[in-house]
T-cell receptor, first 111, second 110 residues
Framework: QKEVEQNSGPLSVPEGAIASLNCTYSDRGSQSFFWYRQYSGKSPELIMSIYSNGDKEDGRFTAQLNKASQYVSLLIRDSQPSDSATYLCAAELDSSYKLIFGSGTRLLVRP | DVKVTQSSRYLVKRTGEKVFLECVQDMDHENMFWYRQDPGLGLRLIYFSYDVKMKEKGDIPEGYSVSREKKERFSLILESASTNQTSMYLC?????????FGPGTRLTVT
């Protein structure tokens, strides 16, 4: 059974801190990885995609990929209360266009 | 901006009714997906489609069917709604591996 695993949290950080969200995946064949943000009662919103080992930065967000260790992380710098949401990690499945999603990590940013 | 729309935000249906959920995307995406999301179970794929008139079963297709007659529209059909189909239904579309979600339909079956 191929899986994407995330700590459910909540991860609580003070405003202005760096939030670090992690996920691991089991399918060594996965090449494409995504982070979605989901506010309570809303649908997931794609915020980052990463395809190569290393870091990819977009504003306050940095995605990190380590294929050898099969983990993906998302760093949120200068965290804001508006970043409080559930963050879903997703990986491409079986070299298809399907994604397998983790169960999400709930992030709370304290003012 | 990618726009994926779903026909209803909230829907209440009775057990045994046939239910249609519509999804429309305006980005000419080849791929479209239907998921349901339940607390503690995460996102689960019901059906997907890579092209017009093409459909593939996902992880939980039982009790559902789909239709894709036009590239921009992907419909989910609950043939005979049951209470265990009460859930949030999410449509997504995409090209290659990225998927973009619609706002979701919260369906309650009573």
């Amino acid at each position: 059974q191929k899986e994407v695993e995330q700590n459910s949290g909540p991860l609580s950080v003070p405003e202005g801190a760096i939030a670090s969200l992690n996920c691991t995946y089991s399918d060594r064949g996965s090449q494409s990885f995504f982070w979605y943000r989901q506010y309570s009662g809303k649908s997931p919103e794609l915020i980052m995609s990463i395809y190569s080992n290393g870091d990819k930065e977009d504003g306050r967000f940095t995605a990190q990929l380590n294929k050898a260790s099969q983990y993906v992380s998302l760093l949120i710098r200068d965290s804001q209360p508006s970043d409080s949401a559930t963050y879903l990690c997703a990986a491409e499945l079986d070299s298809s266009y399907k994604l397998i999603f983790g169960s999400g990590t709930r992030l709370l940013v304290r003012p | 901006d990618v726009k994926v729309t779903q026909s209803s935000r909230y829907l209440v249906k009775r057990t045994g009714e046939k239910v249609f959920l519509e999804c429309v995307q305006d980005m000419d995406h080849e791929n479209m997906f239907w998921y349901r999301q339940d607390p503690g179970l995460g996102l689960r794929l019901i059906y997907f489609s890579y092209d017009v008139k093409m459909k593939e079963k996902g992880d939980i297709p039982e009790g559902y069917s789909v239709s894709r007659e036009k590239k921009e529209r992907f419909s989910l059909i609950l043939e005979s709604a049951s209470t265990n189909q009460t859930s949030m239904y999410l449509c997504a579309s995409g090209r290659n591996y990225e998927q973009y979600f619609g706002p979701g339909t919260r369906l309650t079956v009573t």
